[in-house]
């Protein structure tokens, strides 16, 4: 890799900024002064300091956001506040993006990192990932309702769903319940109780595969993965059909 893209990509500045801050004498590659952008280094091998600071090189980074609903999922937005907006420089430097999507006015669990092969592995229809949300529904959830949903229901738009695993918290006027879907159709959980003549009052998304809401996390805020949390989710992301 091009010492200035890895410096660059780690947050020194941009490539114009980092080619000054080479030619300064101030970054050195295994003790000795390198001036030139166009060096290669091996991030795993070689030492690379700026300023007497040993760079910790990092290719990919795994975030956690408890996700508000006022943000929409996305990258970048001409119009509306997207997850990304949010994330501290450090983190924007590594150019993340969103796994999957939340809608809007839909909270909870958020993955965002730059691996694009994990988010492929998550987001996959060929892969059984499940995303279990918890949602406040307005009508009385029954077992009956627990039984079309165990065999997948059929959309306003004529397809039917893989079957989803409802679970029910409270059942009365306003019910709570718990649903585990592997697959992610444009307002799925919505439209799927409203296949049942219920709607959705609340939502939030409280578990994706194998990694569970840090309840510690506030609307908003989020945290690096843990290793182990990171190791769990690589070798735990579901197996093709």
Do not use: C, W
Request: glycine fraction near 8%.
């Amino acid at each position: 890799m091009r010492i200035d893209k890895l410096l660059a990509n780690m947050g020194y500045g941009t490539r114009k900024e980092v080619k000054t801050l080479l030619k300064g004498g101030n970054v050195r590659v295994n003790g000795q002064a390198e001036k030139s952008p166009k060096t290669h280094v091996d991030p795993d091998e070689d030492s690379v300091t700026v300023m007497g600071e040993e760079v910790e090189y990092r290719e990919f980074i795994y975030l956690m956001m408890n996700k508000p609903g006022d943000l929409i999922s996305a990258t970048e937005d001409a119009h509306e506040t997207t997850v990304i907006d949010i994330l501290q420089p450090e983190d924007h430097v590594f150019d993340p993006f969103p796994v999957g999507r939340l809608d809007k006015d839909t909270e909870g669990l958020l993955l965002i990192t730059n691996d694009g092969q994990l988010a492929h592995k998550l987001t996959s229809p060929k892969k059984k990932v499940g995303k279990t949300y918890y949602a406040i529904i307005d009508g009385k959830v029954t077992e009956e309702d627990v039984v079309k949903f165990s065999n997948g229901v059929t959309l306003d738009d004529g397809y039917h769903t893989k079957p989803g695993e409802l679970t029910i918290l409270k059942s009365g006027e306003e019910s709570e319940i718990e649903l585990t879907i592997t697959e992610g159709k444009f307002h799925q959980v919505k439209r799927m109780f409203e296949s049942v003549n219920k709607s959705v009052i609340y939502l939030k998304r409280i578990k994706m595969g194998v990694l569970e809401l840090d309840p510690e996390l506030e609307l908003g805020e989020y945290r690096e993965l843990t290793d182990e949390e990171i190791e769990y989710l690589l070798s735990t992301t579901g197996t093709d059909e």
